[in-house]
């Protein structure tokens, strides 16, 4: 499964026989969450904890997403899916709003070659209104510039929650049947879940989330359902590699039933 399609970042580590892999350890090729979605949280408590403003922790935390990317690239993962911006997350000081809005700019003016040179593919999962327009359209450039990759699915949650997007969802379908387009006995688990925001990505397999929060803050309620959770409690801008494979170790022993035996 790992010698599927991969990114670049794969292939690479495929083709250079001297890198070692100490960081990925026993990690085994054959159990790779497909979907890998991460929480990415701390980063305020992580600029307090140096004398810094919260600011310089998001900063700092814009290279996690680089380094984590990277590294779920190597072993093959094919969708990572980032939150970065809750439609909670407007209630913060507007100073703080405007940064958080202007580092998918950044992030993409740095990374994009890369990203591109790489098959990754850029995605977006998340209400573009309210979101400014810079921010928007950096995005859209990353989406339409990666979109022939065939590499790693990179997914920002961005102006995201979930219990919105599941009444959209409601709220579209309704549509559809009131207009008699849709008969609401047609309306199964599969036809409610692409009409949410992550539309026909396969639900995640394992669920990360930083800094020893242990809740989801309305992150993919649906889509979760059945996904693995590991916590830590470091912040978001000193997640490393290691880290990542640690989730992705203990991801592999566990046993998912579904409810099954
Ligand atoms: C996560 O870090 C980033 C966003 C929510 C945008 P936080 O900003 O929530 O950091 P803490 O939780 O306050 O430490
Ligand atoms: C969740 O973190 C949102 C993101 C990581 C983007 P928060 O920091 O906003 O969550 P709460 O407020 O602690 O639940
Ligand atoms: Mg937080």
Redesign the pocket.
């Known amino acids: 499964m790992v010698n599927r399609i991969g990114g670049g970042w794969l292939r690479r580590l495929q083709g250079d026989k001297s890198q070692s892999n100490e960081a990925i350890g026993e990690i085994t090729t054959e159990n790779v969450p497909q979907h890998v979605a991460i929480?990415?949280?701390g980063n305020g408590r992580w600029a307090k904890a140096r004398g810094l403003p919260r600011i310089a922790g998001h900063h700092s935390g814009m290279k996690t997403v680089k380094r984590i990317t990277k590294a779920a690239d190597r072993i093959g993962v094919r969708y990572l899916t980032m939150?970065?911006?809750?439609t909670?997350?407007w209630k913060r000081p507007k100073a703080e709003v405007e940064f958080l809005m202007k580092l998918p700019q950044e992030f993409l003016s740095i990374e994009l070659d890369e990203l591109i040179e790489n098959n990754v593919q850029v995605k977006m999962m998340g209400i573009r209104d309210l979101l400014p327009d810079y921010t928007v359209s950096a995005i859209e450039e990353a989406v339409r510039k990666t979109e022939n990759n065939t590499g790693l699915v990179l997914n920002f949650a961005l102006n995201y929650g979930s219990r919105m997007e599941m009444v959209e969802a409601a709220r579209k379908l309704a549509r559809s049947a009131a207009s008699g387009e849709l008969d609401p006995e047609a309306i199964d688990e599969r036809m409610f879940g692409s009409s949410l925001l992550s539309g026909n990505l396969p639900d995640p397999d394992l669920l990360i989330r930083t800094s020893g929060?242990l809740?989801l803050?309305n992150f993919m309620l649906w889509q979760l359902a059945y996904s693995e959770f590991w916590f830590t409690d470091v912040y978001w801008p000193e997640f490393s590699e290691e880290h990542f494979y640690e989730a992705i170790r203990e991801y592999q022993r566990r046993a998912r039933r579904y409810g099954g035996l």
Do not use: G
């Not at 939150?83 to 809750?86: D, H, K, L, R, V």
């Open positions: 929480i990415m949280d939150y970065a911006f809750s909670e997350n929060e809740r803050s």
